[in-house]
Each structure stands twice: as structure tokens, then as C-alpha cells.
């Protein structure tokens, strides 16, 4: 499967910003999917996680309460909405899918280009 990220930007603290991770390719609907984010100088961290069937999503302390994963298996879109954006947000933000069903980035076969977020504040 073929991943392609998009959906960031500029913003301000405390604005919000949907993030768009569209498949191309098969078995989009069986895989777990996450985002993950880089930012400068920092390694790779995980933000969230969606099952396959989306009934079950997973995130990192941070950003519990603020961010939100979704998916539509139809449409081989994931999304990663996110609210009360903090300038520690800034980062260059990852879509991923692969068999497993946890938080490593070694558990994700397939990445997209990534997006910039960068939050000012």
C-alpha cells in the first residue's frame, strides 16, 4: 500500500488542523494504521494509532484529549484531527500502516512523505 499525507500548515496555538493520509494500493481496510511525528533535532515519536475496523484507537499521553484518529475504509482515508495545538506540536507529521497493533515505528511496514505542522506561538 502507497501512502501520501497531507493537510498541514501554519497555525496558531490553540487552532486546529485536520491531517489526511490517503492509500492507494490493497489491504488498506485490514491494516492498523498510526501517525507518527518528527520534529527537528528529535527522533521519530508516535502520536496515534487506529485498528483496522477503527473501534479502537491509541495515542500518546500528549496529545490525549486534543487529537483524534479516524478512518473511512471506503474511501482509504485516514484522518488525524487535531485541536489545541501547541507550538511543541511543530513537527513533520507521518501517516503508517502495518500488521501490528502498537506503538514502535518498527511495527509499520508502509510510510507516507510526511506533512509539516508548525505551530506559532
Given at each position: 500500500?502507497?501512502?501520501?499525507?497531507?493537510?498541514g500548515?501554519?497555525?496558531?496555538?490553540?487552532?486546529?488542523?485536520?491531517?489526511?493520509?490517503?492509500?492507494?494500493?490493497?489491504s488498506?481496510?485490514?491494516y492498523?494504521?498510526?501517525?507518527?511525528?518528527?520534529?527537528p533535532?528529535?527522533?521519530?515519536?508516535?502520536v496515534?494509532?487506529?485498528?483496522?475496523?477503527?473501534?479502537?484507537t491509541f495515542?500518546?499521553?500528549?496529545?490525549?484529549?486534543?487529537?483524534?484518529?479516524s478512518?473511512d475504509?471506503?474511501?482509504?482515508?485516514v484522518?488525524l484531527d487535531?485541536?489545541?495545538l501547541?507550538?511543541?506540536?511543530t513537527?513533520?507529521?507521518?501517516c503508517?500502516?502495518?500488521?501490528?497493533?502498537?506503538t514502535?515505528?518498527?511495527e509499520?511496514?508502509?510510510?507516507?512523505?510526511?506533512?509539516?505542522?508548525?505551530?506559532?506561538s
Open positions: 500500500v502507497q501512502l501520501q499525507a497531507s493537510g500548515g501554519l497555525v496558531q496555538a490553540g487552532g486546529s488542523l485536520r491531517l489526511s493520509c490517503t492509500a492507494s494500493g490493497h488498506f481496510s485490514s492498523t494504521l498510526g501517525w507518527f511525528r518528527q520534529a533535532g528529535k527522533e521519530r515519536e508516535f496515534g494509532g487506529i485498528r483496522w475496523n477503527g473501534d479502537s495515542y500518546t499521553d500528549s496529545v490525549k484529549g486534543r487529537f483524534t484518529i478512518r475504509n471506503a474511501k482509504k482515508v484522518y487535531l485541536n489545541s501547541k507550538h511543541e506540536d513537527a513533520v507529521y507521518y503508517a500502516a502495518g500488521w501490528g497493533s502498537g514502535a515505528s518498527n509499520y511496514d508502509h510510510w507516507g512523505q510526511g506533512t509539516q505542522v508548525t505551530v506559532s
